[in-house]
């Protein structure tokens, strides 16, 4: 049955069938069909670049080509991972030498292992030497040099070992700081919520940074720290806190000026070229005169007393003047009045 629907669908021969041209090349049949040209290509193409071999064949030809592994180079770096996490737990300073230097900081060798340090994680004692200098140039100078850090984080599965120089840096001179203790600073990174400042220790090295918060700028209204400072700015500082757990440092500028709130009367009204500081200073034991606090003032009543509705004018201006005096001093000037 199979031969007889073969038969019937086979097309009835033609004149054309049995010309010279077409004797050599039988038409194709249901039975005898051959791909086209061009996917020949691509099968010879991809057999020719492997991908037509069996997985067999893959695994055979791998296993064979593999080098063999080296037991003692996995354990060596087993083992420095071990160390990595052990050197991180114990918070140990490291002298390690810098091998190569990207965009984004330096790499270090830690064994037989390498690890990152981040521009972030630098010590501000490299920038420092030259603010105006790009940081890249900074750390390609770096190369080869020997740098104290301290490792931070550790991941054997991600392969990340990560450390910092500016925790190194802050321990070793973080108990050189004292509450107080005034710096010369270089203004690092600016936010609107304060500036951060590299502070220049004894030895002309900048070795910590501290923040100066917006509130410790300047005695005027400051909303935005990047209108009073600018990276790279030069400026002095004095030390107001120290988070020795956090590893912080609270910085100001302004209370290194005088509190305008606590002026005295002697720089709002500045005394004359032949008055003495103490001649306006009123003690607990003087009583002084009309004439003594407001000169002129005799004058003055005495024209007003002329006048009808003025008996009283003199004792109630007297003592109006007199107290605001009182209270300016008070509030301006508490010392001359202990005194």
């Known amino acids: 049955m199979l031969a007889a629907a073969a038969a019937a669908l086979r097309p009835a021969p033609t004149t054309a069938a049995f010309s010279p041209s077409t004797a050599r090349s039988p038409p194709p049949t249901l039975l005898s069909f051959a791909p086209p040209r061009s996917h020949q290509r691509f099968h010879l193409s991809a057999t020719a670049e492997g991908a037509g071999t069996t997985a067999a064949q893959e695994g055979a030809s791998a296993s064979a080509s593999a080098p063999p592994v080296d037991e003692a180079r996995l354990a060596q770096f087993a083992a420095d991972w071990q160390a990595a996490r052990a050197e991180r737990d114990q918070g140990k300073i490291l002298k390690l030498q810098v091998i190569r230097a990207n965009s984004g900081g330096l790499i270090v060798r830690f064994n037989s292992l390498q690890g990152f340090v981040p521009n972030p994680l630098l010590s501000p004692a490299h920038w420092c030497k030259d603010p105006k200098r790009p940081i890249q140039d900074v750390t390609k100078d770096l190369v080869g040099s020997s740098i104290s850090v301290k490792v ?9 070992l990560v450390f910092s ?28 919520y304060g500036a951060f400042v590299h502070l220049r220790f004894p030895d002309g090295n900048y070795h910590l940074t501290g923040l100066v918060h917006i509130s410790e700028v300047s005695w005027d209204l400051v909303q935005d720290v990047r209108d009073f400072l600018n990276e790279g700015d030069t400026v002095k500082v004095i030390v107001v806190n120290i988070d020795m757990e956090k590893s912080r ?42 004439a003594d606090l407001l000169p002129g003032l005799d004058g003055i009543c005495n024209e007003l007393l002329q006048e009808d509705g003025y008996d009283f004018c003199l004792c109630v201006f007297f003592f109006l003047v007199y107290g605001f005096l009182m209270l300016m001093y008070y509030f301006m000037c508490p010392v001359a009045l202990l005194d």
Not at 152 to 160: G, L, P, S, T, Y
């Open 152 to 160: 931070v984080e550790v991941n054997e599965e991600e392969r990340k």
């Open 249 to 290: 440092i609270a910085l100001s500028i302004r209370q290194l000026e005088e509190d305008p709130l606590l002026e005295t009367l002697d720089k709002v009204i500045p005394l004359e070229a032949d008055q003495s500081p103490s001649a306006g200073i009123i003690s607990s034991d003087s009583s002084p005169s009309e």
């Open 165 to 192: 120089e500016k925790d190194a840096s802050w321990f070793t001179h973080s108990s050189l700081v004292k509450i107080g203790a005034i710096y010369d600073g270089i203004v690092g990174s600016v936010f609107h």
